[in-house]
Antibody, heavy 120, light 106 residues
Framework: QVQLVESGGGVVQPGRSLTLSCVTSGFSFSIYRMHWVRQAPGKGLEWVAVISNDGSNEDYADAVKGRFTISRDNSENTLYVKMNSLRAEDTAVYYC?????????????WGQGTMVTVSS | IQVTQSPSSLSASVGDRVAITCRASQDISNYLAWYQQKPGKAPNLLIYAASTLQSGVPSRFSGSGSGTDFTLTISRLQPEDAATYYCQHLHSRPYTFGQGTKLDIK
């Protein structure tokens, strides 16, 4: 069955960097757009970034543009997000999610999330 | 594109029919999805393309609307429907979510 497992979260100081990973299985990773979505504690969902199936195209929310970089390794079925210049407001659970077959960017499969806390 | 959900919370009884609305700041055709999220869990896709039920989702969930105004309707409310519901537009990036609607079962 489809599985997405995020890792790499933790406590990091403001201004530092962190890279999250999302290892996937149970589907043909290389044919799907992949997304990152985050949720600050007690808050709503915030779309973060998307990457095309071959990694040639990416896009970001304004709040993270220029600081976050989404990437993928199709040979390893793994999605990444590198987060630089982290701020307190980046504190959130980060989810990776897979697009649906029927409509490209509806998010049909999600990981369990990994918590990132930005604090000194 | 901004999406505004209402109400922010509501309370209803088992068997009731409830409606949650989502308004987009510009015409998004039918590029809208609805998700359900229970505490401590990842969201679950309910509806895409404004009105198409995702496979495996109970038929008491339905979506309607196009352009700027959309509605998620839950008929015959069940105890397991207690959750927070989000809309998300998929018209153009960034794919903004609504603020969420918390549904409690009386």
């Amino acid at each position: 069955q489809v599985q997405l497992v995020e890792s790499g979260g933790g406590v990091v100081q403001p201004g530092r960097s962190l890279t999250l990973s999302c290892v996937t299985s149970g589907f043909s990773f290389s044919i799907y757009r992949m997304h990152w979505v985050r949720q600050a504690p007690g808050k709503g969902l915030e779309w973060v970034a998307v990457i095309s199936n071959d990694g040639s195209n990416e896009d970001y929310a304004d709040a993270v543009k220029g600081r976050f970089t989404i990437s993928r390794d199709n040979s390893e079925n793994t999605l990444y997000v590198k987060m630089n210049s982290l701020r307190a407001e980046d504190t959130a659970v980060y989810y990776c999610a897979r697009s649906s077959d029927q409509i490209p960017d509806a998010l049909v499969f999600w990981g369990q999330g990994t918590m990132v806390t930005v604090s000194s | 594109i901004q999406v505004t959900q209402s109400p922010s919370s509501l309370s209803a009884s088992v068997g009731d029919r409830v409606a949650i609305t989502c308004r987009a700041s510009q015409d998004i055709s039918n590029y809208l999805a609805w998700y359900q999220q229970k505490p401590g869990k990842a969201p679950n896709l309910l509806i895409y393309a404004a009105s198409t039920l995702q496979s495996g989702v109970p038929s008491r969930f339905s979506g309607s609307g196009s352009g700027t105004d959309f509605t998620l309707t839950i008929s015959r409310l069940q105890p397991e429907d207690a959750a927070t519901y989000y809309c998300q537009h998929l018209h153009s990036r960034p794919y903004t979510f609504g603020q969420g609607t918390k549904l409690d079962i009386k």
